[in-house]
Structures are given as structure tokens and as C-alpha cells.
């Protein structure tokens, strides 16, 4: 059976918006670029995982990436399950949860400027949006067997988000033996 890799963290989606130069206040400016894709550090380091894993960086080894997060009832959830599982990132443990019906997945708006000129720096300015699906909790946890959540489990990574839920994660790991990373 294939060694796993626990990730406990955020998901969300990014919004990246270009603009030749930060906006000043009050001003309209046109985007010269709009991209989305998967973000939040959990779901960058699952992603970032799985394309390691599928190089052979880790070698030989059969290793699977899991991540346990929450996510909205939305179609933002929707599109960042589907972006994790084109990533093979295993999405099958109990704590991969959506939230209740009518929830929202969290979203940034990433704005960028483009241009630099000779006395100015390039910019990045994060807009974070909070989903209502919540945050994995410890009552979460509690309510799933965590022998499954923890089977063929060799590393458990937390992005510090749900942190209540990550410290109790963390602490369940440390008594299997299980080694333990933090960003």
C-alpha cells in the first residue's frame, strides 16, 4: 500500500488580477489580466506535493498526497475539487468536508501591477474573502474514525490554518509516531 502524506490546511481560490500600476484611491483602472486558479497554502502544497511525487523526486516510493480541509457548497468548491483531483491529490479522507448547504468556499483577489517604473517597487495586494463553509474543527475530528484518517499515514503537514483542529491533528500524529511539519 502506498505511504500517505497528510496536508491540513486552507483552500481557496485565487484571483489574480493585473493592472499596469496600483490603483489609486477613488480611480478606475482596466485589468491588462485575470487568471484563476486553486490557492490557499494547504491546497499549494498538495498540488506542489502531487507534481513532486509524479517527477520521482521522492523516488520509487508510492506516495499519496491527501489533503483535509473544508470547502464551501459552491461552485468554487466544486472547481477546486476538481483542480485537486487533476493534480491526483487524494481528496477521499472524511476530513475533506463540505460545508452545509448554500456555504461558500474563501476566495482572494490578488491584484498585481505590472509596470514598474524607475522609483517604484512592484506591488501585490491580497483582498481575502472568507468562505461560510468554516474551518475544520476538533469536533470535526472527533467525529471520524481516525484510525482511517491516519492509516499507511508517514508525515502530517499543517499550513497552521484550522488551528484548533491542526494542533489536535498534530498531537494524534505525534502519538502514532508519526512525524510532523508546520508552515
Do not use: W
Not at 489533503?67 to 493534480?87: A, C, H, I, N, R
Not at 479522507?93 to 509596470?115: A, D, E, R, W
Request: aromatic letters at 4%; charged letters at 20%; proline letters at 4%.
Amino acid at each position: 500500500e502506498e505511504n500517505v502524506v497528510l496536508i491540513v490546511g486552507s483552500l481557496g481560490l485565487d484571483r489574480l488580477l493585473t493592472v499596469p500600476r496600483y490603483p489609486k484611491a477613488d480611480s478606475k483602472v482596466r485589468t491588462t489580466s485575470y487568471y484563476e486558479e486553486g490557492g490557499g497554502n494547504a491546497g499549494n502544497t498538495s498540488c506542489a506535493m502531487a507534481l513532486l511525487r509524479d517527477a520521482k523526486l521522492f523516488g520509487e516510493k508510492n506516495i499519496q498526497i491527501k489533503l483535509l480541509t473544508k470547502v464551501g457548497d459552491d461552485s468554487v468548491g466544486q472547481q477546486l475539487t476538481q483542480e485537486l483531483e487533476s493534480f491526483n491529490v487524494n481528496i477521499s479522507s472524511p476530513l475533506f468536508l463540505k460545508g452545509p448547504p448554500g456555504s461558500t468556499t474563501s476566495f482572494t483577489t490578488i491584484i498585481v501591477s505590472s509596470n514598474i517604473g524607475e522609483h517604484e517597487q512592484p506591488t501585490r495586494t491580497c483582498l481575502h474573502t472568507p468562505g461560510t463553509c468554516g474551518n475544520l474543527t476538533i469536533e470535526d475530528a472527533l467525529s471520524v474514525d481516525l484510525d482511517e484518517v491516519f492509516h499507511n499515514v508517514v508525515h502530517l503537514h499543517s499550513d497552521s490554518r484550522h488551528a484548533e483542529c491542526s494542533l489536535f491533528l498534530a498531537k494524534e500524529a505525534k502519538k502514532r509516531g508519526i512525524s510532523i511539519s508546520c508552515d
